[in-house]
Nanobody, 125 residues
Framework: QVQLVESGGGLVQPGGSVTLSCAASGRTFSSYPMGWFRQAPGKEREFVAA???????YYADSVKGRFTISRDNAKNTVYLQMNSLKPEDTAVYYC???????????????????WGQGTQVTVSS
């Protein structure tokens, strides 16, 4: 199983920016589809963004145009650049990795088998 450790969360003002990082273990990191999910208080965990390979990216409609997912395979790290933050972006953000083969739904929690511990992002003035 892949070990994932997120960092970079904190308190951010509305309209501000923050970048989350997720460091992964494993010698085949570059082959893993990677995703970011979030869970706000009292709500279910939801898809935010995902990347397959180095350039195929997917985003939830609520973050499209504001968030950017990227990865550095040399550092075994995936990033989530978050701009124009809104109070409704407040949540615990989780990094996830998929090691399975076969077809899958990129936006589905069940498609990812390894999860980080989460990092809190609070958007508030």
């Amino acid at each position: 199983q892949v070990q994932l450790v997120e960092s970079g969360g904190g308190l951010v003002q509305p309209g501000g920016s923050v970048t989350l990082s997720c460091a992964a273990s494993g010698r085949t990191f570059s082959s893993y589809p990677m995703g970011w999910f979030r869970q706000a208080p009292g709500k279910e965990r939801e898809f935010v963004a995902a990347i397959i390979g180095s350039s195929t990216r997917y985003y939830a409609d609520s973050v499209k145009g504001r968030f950017t997912i990227s990865r550095d395979n040399a550092k075994n790290t995936v990033y989530l650049q978050m701009n124009s933050l809104k109070p409704e972006d407040t949540a615990v953000y989780y990094c996830a990795a998929r090691q399975g083969v076969g077809s899958f739904t990129i936006t589905s929690i069940g498609s990812f088998g390894s999860w980080g511990q989460g990092t809190q992002v609070t958007v508030s003035s």
